[in-house]
């Protein structure tokens, strides 16, 4: 199983990214995915969720409203559109998966890609 994140990248303060999961080697749409973040020095954050068909989400409190999670089942990704960009969003960013919407037992982890918003 792998899931490979992409889109990380260097972007200013207010800016926006699209981060990328392209997983293989799973039956997709038997799990839900999310994306957790780690900042250099800090625990790993959860921020955002969508179950398996996508019809829920759910967003960390620091993220709500500028995040938004959404899902490809037929080309077996999972998007992370951020907008409005702060300096306290920079971490490696990991896409994950689980077969609970609680997430209490993640199944499977991406390797990460670096997020680095300048002020």
């Known amino acids: 199983v792998q899931l490979q994140a992409s889109g990380g990248g260097l972007v200013q303060a207010g800016g926006s990214l699209r981060l990328s999961c392209a997983a293989s080697g799973l039956t997709f749409g038997g799990y839900h995915m999310g994306w957790f973040r780690q900042a250099p020095g800090k625990e790993r954050e959860f921020v955002a969720t969508i179950s398996l068909s996508g019809a829920s989400t759910n967003y960390g409190s620091s993220v709500e409203g500028r995040f938004t999670i959404s899902r490809d089942n037929a080309r077996y990704t999972v998007y992370l559109q951020m907008n409005s960009l702060k300096p306290e969003d920079t971490a490696v960013y990991y896409c994950?998966?689980?077969?609970?919407?609680?997430?209490?037992?993640?199944?499977?982890w991406g390797k990460g890609t670096q997020v680095t918003v300048s002020s």
């Open positions: 994950a998966a689980s077969r609970t919407y609680d997430f209490a037992r993640i199944a499977y």
